[in-house]
Structures are given as C-alpha cells and as structure tokens.
C-alpha cells in the first residue's frame, strides 16, 4: 500500500479547513480551547493538563483515521504541540506517529502487544513521509513510550488509549 505524504498532508489540511484540526502555524488557540474542553478519564487527569489525544477522525479520500496528540513539553509551558497518530485499516496491527513539523513518521505502537513495551521509535535517518519508504527491519524492538518531545524531565509520552475507530468515519475512539 503507498501511503505518499502528501495525501496524509492533503487530508490533515483540509482536517484543519473544516475546524477538525490545526496544523502548525495555526494551533495554539485551537490547542488551548480544546485543553480547555477537555473531559479526561479518571486514569488521565493529571496527564490531561500535559497531554492527551483528541477523538478519531476519518480521512475518507485516503482512507485513513487519525487522532491528535496533544503535548506540551514542560507543564509550564503554555501551548500546546501536536503529533498525529494515524491508523491505516489495511495495516491493523500498528497505528503510526507522525511529525507535522517536519512530515515524517517517528515510530509506531503495536495494538497486539503485551506490557509496557508496545512502541517502536525509528532512528532519524529511517524517519520518512511516506511508510512504503520505511522498511520492516528499520522499526527496533518494542519498548515504552518515548519522553514528551523537547521534554527536559523524562516525562514518558502517555500511551495511546484504548479503542479504534470504525472501518469508515469517526468513532469508536475516546471522547474528548
């Protein structure tokens, strides 16, 4: 399956069109209303205030899901920065974590795994835009989440929570 970077781009900007989501530049008040309105599970509270993930939306054109991950790097600081965590239906045992900034895939969670280890984060010279690009053997062994990107104090990323989304169209995610 060729999943080129400019159909995830083309669909998160019109994401960002339609008010679903915004891409850098553009996000901060966007990131901040949906802090804002964010009603975490019990288990996230704390982590609400730092990170969380946003409900899944359907790209029909490219047939993919997405969600957001919402992080700031220290708890101090005051907005928000985003990846996006993309699920391909026709890959179900990964959902894959995407740099906007720099248009790259970072690594992937495995959804069959057991334990704590269930991500793999590609080195940065097998960090591509498109996954076809990215080779099986580039992806290490499974191992805890990453830390908060820019995150001077070791703050693991929050995992991804549970749920997918449904074949076609939103759902099946958390609510935010």
Do not use: C
Not at 94 to 115: I, Q, S
């Amino acid at each position: 399956m060729t999943v080129p970077r400019s159909s995830l781009f083309v669909g998160l900007t019109a994401a960002a069109a339609a008010g679903l989501v915004a891409l850098p530049g553009s996000f901060d008040a966007a990131a901040q209303a949906d802090a804002a309105s964010f009603n975490a599970p019990a288990a996230n509270v704390n982590a609400a205030r730092r990170q969380y993930y946003s409900n899944w939306h359907y790209s029909g054109p490219s047939r993919y899901h997405y969600r957001v991950y919402h992080y700031k790097p220290t708890p101090t600081y005051t907005t928000y920065h985003r990846r996006y965590v993309v699920y391909y239906p026709q890959r179900p045992r990964y959902v894959y974590y995407y740099n906007p900034y720099r248009n790259v895939y970072l690594g992937r969670f495995d959804l069959e795994a057991e334990g704590e280890k269930k991500y793999s984060k590609l080195e940065a010279k097998d960090q591509k835009g498109n996954l076809d690009e990215i080779p099986e053997k580039a992806f290490p062994a499974l191992d805890q989440m990453p830390v908060i990107p820019d995150a001077e104090d070791g703050e693991r990323m929050a995992p991804l929570p549970e749920g997918l989304p449904d074949d076609e169209g939103e759902g099946g995610g958390d609510e935010d």
